[in-house]
């Protein structure tokens, strides 16, 4: 079992900056390749970025590429989602995910593990 419990979202205006935490605990975190997803009221889980597990390989959504930053430090069982020049179509629940595999994927179904969800919201 691996728990996931994340951090610091919060209300910002458009164009400012969030940093995303993810303390995992349980099975060891290294093993894991994670994944941030969100989900806005009234739309589908959508994904965000993954992080391979030794941190190498990682992969955006085009709706986020060059304003979001996936990262880990498996010395201290963290992932992190650095997200910067923010709109408000970035406001969503977002949730932290683990996978028993080396590389991440897009798809939610295809992760084992979930965080409970950060409220982030961003306005114009």
């Known amino acids: 079992q691996v728990q996931l419990v994340e951090s610091g979202g919060g209300m910002v205006q458009a164009g400012g900056s969030l940093r995303l935490s993810c303390a995992a605990s349980?099975?060891?975190?290294?093993?894991?390749?994670m994944g941030w997803f969100r989900q806005a009221p009234g739309k589908e889980r959508e994904f965000v970025a993954g992080?391979?597990?030794?941190?190498?390989?990682?992969f955006y959504a085009d709706s986020v590429k060059g304003r979001f930053t996936i990262s880990r430090d498996n010395a201290k069982n963290t992932v992190y989602l650095q997200m910067n020049s923010l709109k408000p179509e970035d406001t969503a629940v977002y949730f932290c995910?683990?996978?028993?595999?080396?590389?991440?994927?897009?798809?939610?179904?295809?992760?084992?593990?979930w965080g409970q969800g950060t409220q982030v919201t961003v306005s114009s």
């Open positions: 995910t683990a996978r028993s595999s080396v590389v991440p994927s897009r798809r939610g179904n295809e992760y084992d593990y």
């Open positions: 349980g099975r060891t975190f290294s093993a894991n390749a």
């Open positions: 992080i391979s597990k030794n941190g190498y390989t990682t």
